[in-house]
């Protein structure tokens, strides 16, 4: 009896020793993704972008390969070490990272940003199906949230601590470092960031590798992505609007992580290392206190007997968002502005750990991987385009004045947080068909 209680305590500290490890990686790869959005007025300044191609950098060039390559990645996730595939993107996007700051011009930057978006490709399905066999369906919520809100310590610290090295480097001449020449501050804000991320590569291959769990008689140990799509067309009407609604309900965090900092820059005149760290204390806590309570939250419900209770969830905070949304960029006052911006991340950042959870509950072990890559490809692109570089086309386009940048976000968020709620309530509606049974309705 004894040795069964120590080997479940030792199977309990490898699980969340993965999770911790899995968080840290995730972190990293916040920092490392939305460094760009604190360096927008330094990097127009230098290479003579505009608000739209800003846009493509912090959007588009990333998630589109990010995307692309997710999908082949995530199956090999689903049949071989994943601690080992999320090794070698650690090391890789920290690389590129660091390579962006050796850029000269966009299109070098742009190629550079791809190479960020190659290695973050392999982190997250593949953590989505480790922490899925290191823990219980009741305890599963929990677990992925304390994972899901590195997200949000990772926007955190990249607004503080690239704020703070900003805020080092920013009034100091250009730097010579030896065989890369001159050096902007920006480029070696890049640097910085950038490198330290090989050491969290090394640290992952301690990480245990779980036995899988959750096997689908009913398919091959090994799917091939053609059978994975097959599989997800046959239940197209709950993973379409699954996949459709958790995107949308992403824009406001998207928006928070991207186009907001240059916002309070550029309409409250904040500077770089000050706009960085307003945000970052904001995003640390509050985002990360979302998702938590998000976990929390969906468990609750979960064991209440509300099996659809994800979904309940998630149209409520659509309902909730619509007026935090539309007021947070809607006021002269930075001191109304900040105000309403701590309940708009807090709200925004929700949706995060019910998105995550719920793809693991509707999908066998074997195609884990493979569909959250999937919905990871619906989610980028539609971040990407409707968000990142959407709001930087409609400022540029649209308003044709970059003093309209509030109004740009608002209109976007708004607008996605209705598509958001129209598709997550037909995704609840088709999931009760088929996955609910003696649901509790009181």
């Given at each position: ?181 001159e050096m902007r501050p920006w480029q070696m804000a ?203 086309f409609i400022t540029d386009f649209w308003f044709k ?42």
């Amino acid at each position: 009896m004894n040795n069964l209680i120590n080997s479940k305590q030792q199977d309990s500290m490898a699980a969340w020793y993965a999770v911790f490890v899995l968080l840290l990686a995730y972190v990293l790869s916040f920092v490392d993704r939305i460094i760009l959005s604190l360096l927008v007025t330094p990097i127009k300044e230098d290479l003579g972008t505009t608000d739209a191609q800003m846009g493509l950098l912090m959007g588009f060039a990333f998630a589109i390969f990010y995307t692309v390559a997710g999908i082949p990645i995530a199956k090999y996730s689903d049949v071989k070490s994943r601690k080992m595939i999320i090794a070698i993107g650690v090391f890789l996007w920290s690389i590129m990272t660091a390579v962006c700051g050796l850029a000269r011009s966009f299109f070098q930057l742009f190629l550079a940003r791809i190479g960020v978006g190659v290695g973050e490709a392999a982190l997250t399905p593949a953590a989505y199906s480790m922490i899925s066999d290191y823990f219980t369906e009741e305890k599963l919520g929990r677990a992925m949230a304390v994972y899901k809100s590195g997200a949000m310590f990772g926007g955190g610290l990249a607004f503080i601590i690239g704020g703070a090295v900003i805020g080092y480097v920013v009034n100091a001449d250009s730097i010579i470092l030896p065989l890369l020449g001159e050096m902007r501050p920006w480029q070696m804000a890049f640097i910085i960031v950038g490198l330290p991320g090989v050491l969290i590569s090394l640290l992952m291959l301690t990480v245990k590798e779980p036995s899988r769990t959750g096997i689908a008689d009913t398919l091959d140990r090994k799917v091939p992505i053609s059978d994975a799509i097959k599989y997800m067309q046959k239940r197209w009407r709950i993973y379409l609007f699954i996949f459709l609604g958790f995107a949308f309900m992403a824009a406001p965090i998207s928006s928070a992580l991207t186009w907001i900092p240059v916002y309070l820059q550029r309409i409250h005149e904040m500077s770089i290392p000050e706009s960085g760290r307003t945000l970052g204390i904001i995003i640390f806590f509050l985002s990360t206190s979302g998702v938590l309570f998000s976990g929390w939250l969906i468990d609750a419900f979960k064991k209440r007997g509300y099996q659809d209770g994800y979904f309940k969830v998630a149209l409520i905070i659509c309902l909730v968002s619509i007026p935090i949304v539309y007021n947070v960029m809607n006021d002269q006052s930075l001191d109304k502005t900040l105000w309403w911006l701590h309940f708009f991340v807090f709200i925004a950042s929700m949706p995060l750990v019910i998105s995550a959870t719920v793809l693991q509950i509707v999908t066998p072990n074997q195609l884990r991987a493979q569909v959250s890559a999937v919905y990871m490809l619906f989610l980028n692109l539609i971040t990407a385009l409707i968000v990142t570089t959407g709001i930087g086309f409609i400022t540029d386009f649209w308003f044709k004045d970059e003093m309209a940048l509030g109004q740009s976000i608002t209109t976007v968020n708004l607008l996605s947080m209705f598509l958001a709620f129209l598709c997550l309530y037909i995704a609840m509606s088709n999931f009760n068909k088929e996955f609910t049974k003696d649901q509790k309705v009181s």
